[in-house]
Every structure is written in structure tokens, then in C-alpha cells.
């Protein structure tokens, strides 16, 4: 948070710093020369082989594939109910938790099998405004459209 009252820009924020707006919206990860792939930006050391700050920046990919979900029906206030959560497979080899639109909770929840292994594609949203009256950009899921 700190990090965000310091910056000097005036366009739209991203709410989590692996979203990245420019030049098209998309999650942008780390590579370690192993080749394990995490979407923390401020890890120093990888878990797979143990070696300390040999990342890379890599643009993920804005499709994925629900591999599993759930209906959330209570929530903090202002939170509106009920809405679809999932885990997105990436073909990366990288899974994210987003929210899934444009799924109707109430026919998820009849006909799950429709939704494990559903093709998506990442959208973006205004979330909300921050203090200085910015957009803060969240990402959630969509089916595909192809």
C-alpha cells in the first residue's frame, strides 16, 4: 500500500502488481532459470531448485481452463452474492484464483460439469476508486468466446 500512496501516476492502478494494463491487459509472472514459473514479482528464491534472484519477467498467457470451483454465497458487505470463484489452469503450468462472469451461479451449481475444464479468457473491470480517485483495475475470467 505504501508503495501504491508513492506513485506518481495518474492513469488506472492494477489492484494486484502481477496484473499488468499495458500494452493489452495480462498477468505477468516470473521465470526461474529452472523453468518454475510463480506469479509473486518480489520472490528471491525458488522453491523447485533452491536458486536466489534468477528470474525473468513472462507475460502469461489470457487463456486458461477452469479446473475447479466454487459458488460463494456470504461474503463481507457490499459484496454481492451469489458469485462463481475458480482456480485457472494457465497452459504456463500456472494456476490463479479469479473470479469467474458472465456464469450463472445458480446453473453452475446444477450442472457442474459444465464448468470443470471450461475454456476462459482473462477480462478486466474497475473495481473500485482509490484514495486520489484512481480506477483500481481487478481481473477475473470469462468463458471463451472462440
Not at 479468457?121 to 484514495?131: F, M, N, S
Request: proline share 10%.
Amino acid at each position: 500500500m505504501a508503495e501504491q500512496a508513492q506513485a506518481t501516476d495518474t492513469g488506472p492502478r492494477p489492484i494486484v502488481p502481477w496484473l499488468k494494463l499495458e500494452p493489452k491487459p495480462h498477468l505477468e509472472g516470473i521465470k526461474c532459470v529452472c523453468g518454475a514459473i510463480y506469479l509473486d514479482p518480489k520472490r528471491v528464491a525458488c522453491s523447485k531448485c533452491g536458486e536466489a534472484d534468477k528470474f525473468k519477467p513472462l507475460s502469461l498467457s489470457d487463456k486458461g481452463k477452469v479446473y475447479v470451483f466454487s459458488v460463494v454465497h456470504q461474503s463481507y458487505p457490499g459484496i454481492k452474492t451469489p458469485y462463481v470463484t475458480a482456480i485457472v489452469d494457465l497452459p504456463e503450468g500456472i494456476s490463479v484464483r479469479a473470479n469467474l462472469t458472465d456464469v450463472d451461479p445458480e446453473q453452475a451449481q446444477k450442472e457442474p460439469n459444465k464448468i470443470f475444464n471450461l475454456p476462459v479468457e482473462l477480462v478486466t473491470g474497475v473495481a473500485a476508486k482509490d484514495r486520489e480517485g484512481h480506477d483500481v483495475i481487478a481481473f477475473s475470467y470469462r468463458p471463451s468466446k472462440n
